[in-house]
């Protein structure tokens, strides 16, 4: 590690006497971009500021949750309150109901909704619920979307699991991992191709209506609407996980992009404002087959933690005015047009992907439709990018397989000093 950060350099060192990795999420250890990770201190608005005290703009924003920027004063204000009334009681709270409400509004598919602490448990529960319900057992799921750590999601995943290059995990039993059909993204006939292998026992298909896990490959046209007839044909529970695209990428998700509706959907980051929520939620006939209601069980002492759902009521009534999304994508069509002007004038061969606020700059000349497309992109480029942006004051997430995240605290100056800095490390 670099002198420079000698208190990064301090601290990561203690950390990794400590945990494993030095790290409590894979992803934050910074292995594959060939640094040790920045320790981060604080964050306010569009920047995240280290142990040694340089200022960063974030585009990580915490792997998506943060779209009114960091230490939104609003959200701030709310978490305080809730916590001053005390940090959890295991017992219902007026809290949750106006959350249950906002999100069963905002997404009309959800008709019943079930908070959870994170997004690996809202998908881990969304799938024993279709399996409960259809009494099938196998899963089909898309090679480098990632649906949190849960056994059954990590075949063929995205995220840390695809950029440490880990194609399953040991500790999920084969019998298990072998209940998961994974498939090419965007590629209809596979899906077809499997439902047919399999007649009757598919339970549940799982996408990510935007993938961003691979780094952002957006739906082709027809796609999503041609898993739902898939799965209407063939009896199969369509879940949409929308953990990072909820409220992400429009006001209702990318299910109100896209005018696809699923049966289930699961929902985290945005909804908890940077605190720990998730949600499932969709049919009602099959959200009844939840305990207390039915006998499907999941449970959680911290699930509807009551200043996590202050911090989620707040960064969604900031989002709910409609202007907000407009703003987001004038900003981010900007910093889009910016970076692909940049490559074409340079003749590099570089892929850019958007959709609404989240992007991904591949450093392949694309198309980048699915995995295999994405994993056509030269690392070392990638890596060498990564570091130079970063000693220019510009923080990306430290893989080519995730998304950057465009904030409503990201100004035009701080857009511009964006372009700035990547049109000098291009250049370099
Ligand atoms: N979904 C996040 C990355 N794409 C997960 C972050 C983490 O694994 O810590």
Redesign the pocket.
């Known amino acids: 590690m670099s002198a420079e950060f000698p208190q990064s350099q301090r601290l990561f060192e203690q950390a990794r006497s400590l945990m494993p990795g030095g790290v409590n999420?894979?992803?934050?250890a910074w292995q594959s971009v060939g640094l040790n990770p920045r320790l981060i201190v604080r964050g306010q608005g569009a920047r995240v500021y280290d142990a040694d005290g340089c200022a960063y703009l974030d585009y990580l924003a915490s792997?998506g949750p943060l779209i009114l920027g960091h230490a939104h004063p609003e959200v701030v204000a709310a978490v305080q309150e809730a916590a001053a009334a005390g940090t959890s009681f295991g017992a219902s709270t007026p809290g949750e109901v106006e959350l249950a409400r906002l999100l069963t509004q905002a997404v009309p598919t959800l008709e019943l909704v079930r908070l959870v602490t994170s997004?690996t448990e809202a998908c881990m529960s969304a799938l024993r619920l279709a399996r409960a319900a259809t009494g099938r057992s196998r899963l089909i799921k898309f090679d480098g979307c990632?649906h949190g750590h849960a056994d059954s999601f990590l075949v063929a995943a995205g995220?840390?699991v695809l950029t440490q290059g880990i194609p399953g995990s040991p500790g999920v039993p084969p019998e298990i991992a072998g209940l998961t059909l994974s498939l090419p993204y965007n590629d209809l006939e596979a899906v077809r191709g499997a439902v047919q292998r399999y007649p009757g026992e598919i339970a549940a298909l799982i996408v990510e209506p935007v993938a961003?896990?691979m780094g952002v490959a957006p739906p082709q046209p027809g796609f999503l609407q041609g898993l739902r007839d898939i799965c209407d044909a063939a009896g199969i529970i369509l879940i949409f996980d929308e953990?990072?695209t909820g409220f992400r990428v429009g006001w209702g998700g990318a299910q109100a992009l896209y005018a696809v509706r699923p049966d289930l959907t699961c929902l985290g980051k945005i909804i908890g404002g940077g605190l720990p929520v998730g949600a499932y939620g969709g049919r009602r006939d099959l959200m009844e087959r939840m305990a207390p209601s039915g006998p499907v069980y999941q449970a959680g002492t911290l699930s509807g933690n009551p200043v996590a759902v202050a911090a989620g009521r707040a960064t969604l009534a900031a989002l709910q005015d409609g202007k907000a999304y407009n703003l987001l994508e004038e900003r981010a069509a900007w910093l889009e047009s910016e970076l692909t002007g940049l490559a074409r004038s340079r003749g590099l061969p570089l892929c850019l992907n958007r959709v609404g606020s989240m992007l991904t700059l591949f450093f392949t000349a694309g198309p980048v439709h699915n995995l295999e497309d994405a994993k056509k992109s030269d690392l070392a480029a990638f890596t060498r990018f990564f570091q130079g942006m970063l000693a220019q004051g510009v923080y990306l997430p430290p893989s080519q397989f995730?998304a950057w995240f465009i904030s409503l605290a990201h100004t035009e100056p701080d857009l511009e000093a964006t372009a700035a800095a990547a049109r000098k490390v291009l250049a370099g």
Do not use: L, Q
């Not at 999420?25 to 934050?28: A, L, T, Y």
């Open positions: 999420s894979p992803v934050r792997w997004g990632y995220s840390g961003g896990n953990v990072i995730e």
